[in-house]
């Protein structure tokens, strides 16, 4: 069964003072990394999630396999990229979706291969790091249409989790799950 890769990296990243689309760690730009991960750890097909500085991106990313949707209303907050990632699968043979923000450069492929093993039409399932939850998030494709709609804001798929407890599935010993929101936020 096929679980697609759903990259949200579509934000200002205003705390950050820039997009963290673009942010320079390790010697790839964070999204580049992400995408990466996704690929690695089995996602096909994978979409990146653009909105903020979306033409620098693609001039500045290498993003090979990747496909680039754009968010044209980025602004109102990650859940309507999550829309836009969800809706660009329709098509797709995806029976679920993998979704990763693109700030959190802790996050591995065995940790996407972890909760990708879960796939099935209606999973809900969350990465969780030391009883906190995190990312990856796995949403089976007949879920997909109610996380859409409950996805507003910066909330993104929260609303929906909460109301939906997802299955958690540990991965403090193979990622780290910290988001990335300031340039001192930064693993070193």
Same mark, same amino acid.
């Given at each position: 069964?096929?679980?697609?890769?759903?990259?949200?990296a579509?934000?200002?990243?205003?705390?950050?003072?820039?997009?963290k689309?673009?942010?320079?760690?390790?010697?790839?730009?964070?999204?580049?990394?992400?995408?990466?991960?996704?690929?690695?750890?089995?996602?096909?097909?994978?979409?990146?999630?653009?909105?903020?500085?979306?033409?620098?991106v693609?001039?500045?990313?290498?993003?090979?396999?990747?496909?680039?949707?754009?968010?044209?209303?980025?602004? &109102?907050?990650? %859940?309507?990229?999550?829309?836009?990632? @969800?809706?660009?699968?329709?098509?797709? #043979?995806a =029976? $679920? !979706?993998?979704?990763?923000?693109?700030?959190?450069?802790?996050?591995?492929?065995?940790?996407?291969?972890?909760?990708a093993?879960?796939?099935?039409?209606?999973?809900?399932?969350?990465? &969780?790091?030391? %009883?906190?939850?995190g990312?990856?998030? @796995?949403?089976?494709?007949?879920?997909? #249409?109610? =996380? $859409? !709609?409950?996805?507003?804001?910066d909330?993104?798929?929260?609303?929906?989790?909460?109301?939906?407890?997802?299955l958690?599935?540990?991965?403090?010993?193979?990622?780290?799950?910290?988001?990335?929101?300031?340039?001192?936020?930064?693993p070193?």
């Open positions: 069964m096929t679980v697609a890769g759903v990259l949200l579509a934000g200002a990243g205003r705390r950050f003072g820039r997009p689309a673009l942010v320079r760690y390790r010697g790839a730009l964070f999204v580049e990394h992400a995408a990466g991960v996704l690929h690695d750890g089995g996602c096909a097909p994978v979409v990146v999630v653009l909105g903020a500085s979306a033409d620098e693609r001039a500045s990313a290498t993003l090979p396999g990747s496909s680039l949707v754009d968010n044209p209303e980025w602004t &109102t907050g990650m %859940g309507s990229s999550l829309r836009a990632g @969800l809706a660009a699968l329709a098509g797709s #043979a =029976v $679920a !979706a993998l979704v990763l923000p693109v700030d959190t450069p802790g996050v591995t492929s065995a940790a996407v291969r972890r909760l093993s879960l796939v099935s039409p209606d999973a809900l399932a969350r990465a &969780t790091y030391s %009883g906190r939850p990312h990856p998030v @796995l949403i089976g494709r007949t879920r997909w #249409a109610d =996380v $859409a !709609a409950s996805a507003v804001g909330a993104g798929a929260r609303e929906y989790l909460a109301a939906h407890p997802p958690e599935v540990p991965c403090e010993d193979v990622a780290a799950g910290a988001d990335v929101d300031r340039p001192s936020d930064l070193g």
